[in-house]
């Protein structure tokens, strides 16, 4: 028998999932995403691209296409169908979200729980501040213009009014090391601004801003969307061979 799973994606785990699950007989893969980033990486299986009309489209979309099951996959700050994913999977609804990043003691991080709260925080002076919260959470930042912003993004923005001040730069990670120092020398950066994503793919600036000695300000992923989370790609192959196992005894 065949499992059908509906992977929502748009997260480097969420393709490694696929991946790991693309030719396995024992499931059957779509994995969907909003639609956001122009050229997005995509695994080996069957993809859907846009909305589904909220709860009720989501509920609907997994009716119609027998899913079994629901794996939320998105970046932990995608609350909105994260949330929806949980009215809409209740029991079918399995959860991979990597853990938020930890400070080492050498790091200078403050944390905060909006992306206010972190533009409110910015130094008092003029700064040089590298800004990689993503291109649909720049408008906070507006409201602080006696900065200037290197703001690295991976599709080209809608620059907010009052942001005049800025380089931009537009490319996709994962980036190197030695690359995230250089480019930080470049550009005088002064702090890094970055939401607390965790994972493998975003570290290196974290890791430049270290080595540098630079002040980092985080946003706090929300909570809800991680209750009962799996946090490695590992652990939800796991489940899934778990549940596969358990539905073929009960059908034998
Ligand atoms: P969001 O605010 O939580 O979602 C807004 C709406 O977009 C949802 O209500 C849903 O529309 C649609 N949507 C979101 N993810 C979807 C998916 N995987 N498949 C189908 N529809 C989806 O999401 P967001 O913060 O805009 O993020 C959009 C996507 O970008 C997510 O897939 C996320 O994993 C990825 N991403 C987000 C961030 C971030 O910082 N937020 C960073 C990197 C990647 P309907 O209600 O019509 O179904």
Not at 82 to 89: I, L, P, Y
Not at 144 to 169: A, C, E, S
Request: hydrophobic letters at 45%; glycine letters at 8%.
């Amino acid at each position: 028998m065949t499992l059908k799973l509906l992977i929502l994606g748009g997260t480097a785990q969420a393709v490694q999932l696929a991946e790991r699950l693309a030719g396995d007989p024992r499931f059957a893969v779509t994995y969907s995403l909003a639609g956001r980033t122009e050229a997005p990486r995509l695994p080996p299986v069957p993809t859907r691209i846009g909305g589904f009309g909220g709860v009720g489209g989501l509920s609907a979309y997994m009716r119609e296409h027998a899913v079994d099951l629901l794996i939320d996959a998105t970046h932990p700050f995608a609350e909105r169908i994260s949330a929806n994913a949980r009215a809409a999977g209740e029991n079918s609804l399995i959860v991979l979200r990597r853990e938020p990043w930890k400070p080492a003691r050498a790091d200078r991080w403050t944390e905060f729980a909006t992306l206010e709260a972190a533009a409110s925080a910015l130094p008092a002076e003029p700064s040089r501040i590298f800004l990689t919260v993503g291109r649909q959470s720049l408008v906070p930042f507006a409201a602080r213009p006696g900065h200037h912003y290197v703001i690295r993004v991976i599709d080209p923005p809608v620059i907010p009014p009052g942001m005049t001040n800025f380089d931009l730069l537009v490319g996709r990670g994962p980036f190197l090391l030695a690359d995230e120092i250089a480019l930080m020398r470049q550009h005088r950066i002064e702090c890094l601004v970055s939401k607390n994503s965790g994972g493998e793919a975003a570290f290196a600036k974290i890791e430049a801003a270290r080595a540098l000695g630079l002040p980092v300000i985080l946003v706090t992923p929300p909570q809800a969307s991680s209750a009962g989370a799996f946090i490695s790609v590992e652990d939800v192959m796991s489940e899934l061979v778990r549940r596969h196992e358990s539905l073929a005894k009960r059908s034998v």
